[in-house]
């Protein structure tokens, strides 16, 4: 199996057999980080190491939006491996991160950023169709309230 075009694997490029975890770990980061491509017109490429389980830049590491990327992996990472991925519970969390996250977007770009790359998202490679559109739709809600509340302050 060769990497996906987004992720570099050493031992995916030289056909060396790896644990289907890491194959799965590639496989999520990697339509995620196509999805964040697009919304951004970015072209980031990512390293995968199997000794430590981690994605690393290829080549610049200093671009805030890459930082922002690699920074939200290890929860994405953990929500899809949960035994509870599919519990009220578990969606809640991550829906609830995002609100925090949101809470730190005081500029105008911040905003545009997380709503760029929020709106009408939820985590893809993992998620059953009735979990995906309920994230979808509660993070796109969140979205435009905030954006109603900054319109109503201008």
Not at 4 to 11: D, W
Not at 64 to 84: C, D, R
Not at 114 to 137: N, S, V
């Amino acid at each position: 199996m060769k990497s996906p075009k987004n992720i570099v694997c050493l031992q995916l490029d030289f056909n060396v057999d790896i644990e289907s975890e890491h194959i799965s770990n590639i496989n999520i980061i990697s339509i995620n980080l196509e999805d964040f491509n697009k919304r951004f017109d970015t072209d980031f490429i990512l390293n995968y190491s199997v000794d430590d389980y981690s994605f690393s830049p290829l080549e610049d590491d200093s671009n805030e939006l890459l930082i922002w990327f690699l920074e939200g992996i290890p929860e994405l990472l953990s929500f899809a491996y949960s035994p509870t991925m599919t519990s009220y519970e578990d969606l809640e969390l991550y829906l609830s991160n995002r609100k925090k996250e949101l809470k730190y977007a005081h500029s105008k770009e911040m905003f545009e950023n997380f709503r760029k790359r929020y709106i009408d998202y939820a985590p893809l490679g993992f998620l059953e169709k009735p979990d995906y559109d309920y994230i979808k739709a509660k993070l796109t809600d969140l979205i435009l309230d905030k954006q109603n509340q900054i319109n109503d302050t201008i």
